[in-house]
């Protein structure tokens, strides 16, 4: 009967086939239908669905919050760069200057000193001073500054004391350069070069010559290897003593006198004669 039905309907119909069948077949046949209307319907593209707010079922569509403005940025530390040096604050020479050794008692040093004077005259030394050719002063290369130096000449026995102020001499085998002032002392100008003793000599306190400077008056005195504005104390062989100051001048350059000499003036020397014995006070 079915297969009567079935060409019945090519003869009569597509609506009279669907009313001759089932129920069940016309909801399969109905399922059928929608699916392949859905199947040609145009897909919707990416972008809308990214752009559109979702839609719960139900309920009004979700909007993402909006970005607030009130919130302060984290405050994030750059990172620190690396392979870069950091020197301290200071001048250059004082980051890297070398304590200078402590000379041990009884130091001395022989060897060849030589003199230097014209071309020099007006530039610093080492220590920043002025150089000036007449003074009793000397370069070595590793006494600390200011040391004062009894320099022997071997030859003839003739000694001068002088202050280390420069760096030098950088010609090999020689241990000292001498100021011409301290190089006429020692008879070394006609020479050039000449062996020597060199010792430490010591602080002011001791023993030392007399000797006038027309300059000076009252009791100020020029005491070599002295600070300007130091206070001795001048003691004479017979006892009577007074307190005088150093004061800022350079010794005289005068055959004789070898760096240990008391300068003073006419009327004090005649209190104290020759010798004069100096103390710090």
Same mark, same amino acid.
Request: with cysteine.
């Given at each position: 009967?079915? @297969?009567? !039905? /079935? ?41 809308? +669905?990214? *752009?559109? $707010?979702?839609?719960?079922?139900? @309920? ?22 690396? %392979? ?26 022989? %060897?060849?000193?030589? /003199? ?7 530039? $610093? ?10 003074? =009793? ?14 320099? &022997? ?10 202050? #280390? ?10 241990? #000292? *350069? ?19 003793? =060199?010792? =430490?000599?010591?602080?002011?306190? %001791?023993?030392? $010559? ?24 001048? +003691? ?12 800022? =001048? ?5 055959? %004789?006198?070898?760096? &240990?000499?008391? /300068? ?5 020397? +005649? ?8 103390? !710090? $006070?």
């Amino acid at each position: 009967m079915q @297969g009567v !039905a /079935w060409r019945r309907g090519e003869r009569i119909g597509y609506h009279r086939l669907v009313r001759a069948q089932p129920a069940s077949t016309v909801i399969w046949l109905t399922g059928l239908l929608l699916l392949a209307v859905s199947a040609c319907a145009p897909a919707a593209s990416n972008r809308a +669905t990214q *752009d559109e $707010p979702a839609t719960p079922a139900g @309920g009004e569509p979700v909007r993402s919050a909006p970005a607030r403005t009130d919130v302060p940025p984290l405050d994030v530390e750059e990172p620190e760069e690396r %392979g870069t040096l950091t020197l301290p604050d200071v001048p250059l020479v004082a980051a890297f200057a070398v304590p200078e050794p402590a000379l041990p008692l009884g130091w001395r040093e022989e %060897g060849i000193a030589s /003199w230097y004077g014209p071309n020099f005259v007006g530039r $610093p030394t080492a220590n920043g001073e002025i150089f000036d050719p007449s003074q =009793l002063t000397a370069a070595h290369q590793s006494l600390p500054f200011d040391t004062r130096v009894r320099v &022997t000449n071997l030859d003839n026995g003739r000694s001068v004391v002088v202050r #280390i102020n420069d760096r030098g001499p950088f010609v090999h085998g020689r241990i #000292i *350069d001498l100021a011409r002032g301290a190089a006429e002392v020692i008879g070394l100008i006609s020479s050039g070069t000449a062996r020597v003793r =060199l010792e =430490l000599a010591g602080g002011p306190d %001791g023993e030392r $010559p007399v000797r006038v400077a027309p300059r000076l008056s009252g009791y100020d005195v020029i005491v070599p290897g002295v600070a300007p504005g130091t206070l001795l104390v001048l +003691t004479s062989p017979t006892g009577a003593s007074v307190v005088v100051r150093a004061v800022p =001048l350079d010794a005289p350059v005068v055959p %004789g006198a070898d760096g &240990t000499d008391v /300068w003073m003036s006419e009327s004090l020397a +005649t209190r104290f004669g020759a010798i004069v014995t100096v103390q !710090a $006070p």
